[in-house]
């Protein structure tokens, strides 16, 4: 079978990691550090290496789960419009426009339409709306070391643990 991987960070890596679990589609989810390069921000201008981020890499068969809807449920989770050291690192070329375009899609909404030659637009730039700056980090990956087994599966292992995302609604509001 042949399979990509996406490296998510953000909020709690075991939270991330639970939710990621059921996703159909999905072969495995890893807890475990990133190191990337280029990593450039929708506030910050200047593009910077990373190293020790804590995230999950996602193995997920592509022929069954698009790397988009895969990204729409970290965009779920977690808010893109908040600080908490949101990231998308991907390991090949190949899909780097797949998420720049879906960051350029996230990091654009709610700001008004580019006027056309014509001098049409299609929404009315009249309606006001606060535009929200984007925090979602993209880069490519470098290197992945994944955290000893003791510290995978936390929540499977300790479902007395509190969540901040509430992961039951949010698995329910998804529908694959």
Known sequence: MYTKKIYFSGGKVCELQEIFRDVPGVVNVLVGTVAAKNVRSYVEPEPRNVENISA?????????????????????????????????????????????????????????????????????????????KCFVRVGRLTSFVAAPEDEQNILQKHPELSTDIDLTKLKTSLRF
């Open 56 to 132: 999950v890499e996602i193995e997920f068969n592509p022929k069954r789960r698009d790397l988009s809807v895969l990204m729409d449920v970290l965009f779920n989770a977690l808010n893109p419009y908040v600080e908490n050291n949101l990231g998308v690192y991907y390991a090949t070329g190949e899909d780097e426009p797949q998420v720049e375009l879906h960051l350029n899609f996230i990091a654009n909404r709610g700001r008004e339409p580019v006027v056309t030659k014509a001098c049409l637009t299609i929404n009315d730039p009249n309606i006001d709306k606060a535009v929200r």
